[in-house]
């Protein structure tokens, strides 16, 4: 039976994703949850295995046709083990080896890795990092992800846990983070902080979106919002680049949607703080791939994992 099919889930502090894909990563067919529609650890991961599984019948496949299903998911994660250690966004969940416990449910190969690690892996294979062989990729959205592309291969650390830009501390004092620590970058950028600080300017309930389109449209208010989000981020980028002298900085996520007034922010900063080497080499770019990215990193995740 030929296995043309591969099957990516996308699992965000928002919502489940999930994606049928043939093996030139392309998406054949999507599907989409509310993450916050399951209250437990064990009704997330049956609705995993349900996306799976729905996802095979509706394109009338046979699982034989499946390679395997990968997964990227909002947390450190040992991808060797297919152990998740925590979710600093998603609450009840430590040290679970999700990997035993699906292929157990679904009888496929599953392969697990975190969202911005399969985020990186996209963006480098066919997306703005193509080509480039030195990369930091970030998704900004509930939380703050981050991946490392070093000398053209993803670079996990030795637990498995690098790329945690998001909880880089930028202050010796600060708000505290979900993950435990204080001062991380996310508690400054993440979209939560972000919608926060546009509700006290505004006084009124104020969108992402809104947020954007008033920010592009003119918006005071909503500009200096923005700049100081962009300003944020690049003074964490500015020291990203002075330590691993990347050729490209590629932004992804709900936030980068903010678009020039976030961008001229960010690369105005990094210009100004980081070294002038390093300053002048890197180039900053938004993600091509948008909210596939991880979808497809997932898939890249299960045929790299299966032809090595």
């Known amino acids: 039976m030929a ?3 591969i099957i990516g889930i996308d699992l965000g502090g928002t919502n489940l994703k999930a994606a049928l894909l043939d093996t030139r990563y392309r998406i054949i067919r999507k599907e989409s949850l509310s993450t916050r529609d399951f209250s437990d650890k064990e009704s997330l991961i049956n609705a ?4 799976v599984n729905k996802l095979i019948k509706e394109n009338k496949l046979k699982k034989g046709n499946v390679f395997g299903v990968g997964l990227g998911l909002p ?3 040992n991808a060797r083990q297919g152990l998740v250690h925590f979710f600093p966004n998603i609450p009840g969940w430590k040290d679970i080896r999700l990997k035993k416990i699906l292929e157990k449910k679904i009888k496929l190969p599953v392969f697990l890795d975190n969202d911005a690690n399969l985020m990186s892996l996209a963006e480098h294979s066919i997306g703005a990092a193509k080509g480039f062989r030195n990369v930091v990729c970030l998704t900004l959205g509930t939380g703050v992800g981050g991946g490392l592309i070093v000398e053209g291969k993803l670079y996990r650390g030795s637990s498995y846990a690098a790329g945690e830009i998001g909880h880089i501390p930028v202050n010796e004092d600060g708000p505290r983070c979900n993950c435990g620590g204080k001062a991380c970058l996310e508690t400054y950028i993440g979209n939560k902080r972000i919608i926060e600080q546009a509700r006290r300017s505004f006084k009124r309930d104020i969108s992402l979106e809104d947020l954007s389109q008033l920010a592009n449209s ?5 500009k200096a919002i923005w700049s100081k989000v962009g300003q944020s981020l690049g ?3 500015a020291g990203i680049v002075n330590l691993l002298n990347p050729d490209c900085v590629v932004i992804g996520g709900g936030v980068a949607n903010a678009g020039r007034v976030l961008f001229d922010q960010v690369k105005d900063t990094i210009s100004k703080r980081a070294m002038g080497v390093p300053a002048k080499q890197v180039k900053i770019f938004k993600a091509k791939l948008g ?3 991880g979808l497809i990193g997932a898939a890249i995740l299960v045929k790299e994992n299966l032809s090595s």
């Open 3 to 5: 296995r043309n099919f």
């Open 48 to 51: 995993i295995a349900g996306c």
């Open 75 to 77: 947390g450190p994660i």
């Open 218 to 222: 003119g918006n005071k208010k909503a």
């Open 235 to 237: 003074v964490a980028l």
């Open 291 to 293: 909210d596939d990215a």
